[in-house]
């Protein structure tokens, strides 16, 4: 399977919603712009992690991090956002910034367990430029 299929069915298989921001086109912008941002965990060759990480030139974003079910609760969660981390620090980000869909309260605990803070002063706000481009899922 190639490498850009095997990533989204692991995001479909987590639970992450895959827009339009994720087709191929989209996703090679991303990594145009951001070549060393994007990890990928595999064991014998098969994907079980993903995370996307992308600079702005100001602040750091953290997209669709996610770990095949089957490996969840074994470290590698763990592992890929330290990574990822560490090559933000890299690259001289001074803060880095992730959002989480409301209903998933789980993943709240997950990072606050690698030391992330829950933001309360902040609320997040979303426009789309031209709808004839945006879907939701794909
Ligand atoms: C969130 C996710 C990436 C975590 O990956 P994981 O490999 O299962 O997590 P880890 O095994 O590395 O866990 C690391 C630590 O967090 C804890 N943790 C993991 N999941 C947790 C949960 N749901 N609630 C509380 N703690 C959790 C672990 O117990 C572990 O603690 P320890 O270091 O004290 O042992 C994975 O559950 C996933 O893919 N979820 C679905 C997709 C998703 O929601 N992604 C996030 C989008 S914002």
Do not use: T
């Not at 989204?8 to 639970?15: C, E, M, P, R, T």
């Not at 086109?25 to 990890?39: C, T, V, W």
């Not at 969840?72 to 803060?95: A, C, P, T």
């Not at 992730?98 to 998933?104: D, G, H, T, Y």
């Amino acid at each position: 399977m190639k490498l850009y299929d095997e990533v989204v069915q692991l995001w479909k298989k987590a639970g992450i919603s895959v827009g339009s921001s994720d087709l191929k086109e989209e996703i090679e912008k991303m990594l145009k712009r951001n070549p060393n941002l994007f990890l990928i965990g595999k064991i014998k060759e098969k994907i079980i992690a993903v995370v996307m990480g992308g600079f702005d030139g100001r602040r750091g974003y953290v997209h669709h991090l996610a770990v095949d079910p089957i490996h969840q609760k074994k470290g590698y969660g763990k592992m890929m956002m330290h990574d990822l981390i560490n090559d933000f620090r890299r690259i001289g980000v001074h803060k880095i910034h992730l959002f989480i869909e409301k209903q998933n309260q789980a993943v709240v605990d997950f990072y606050n367990n690698l030391g992330w803070q829950m933001r309360d002063d902040l609320i997040m706000m979303s426009i789309i430029p031209d709808k004839s481009m945006y879907k939701m899922r794909i």
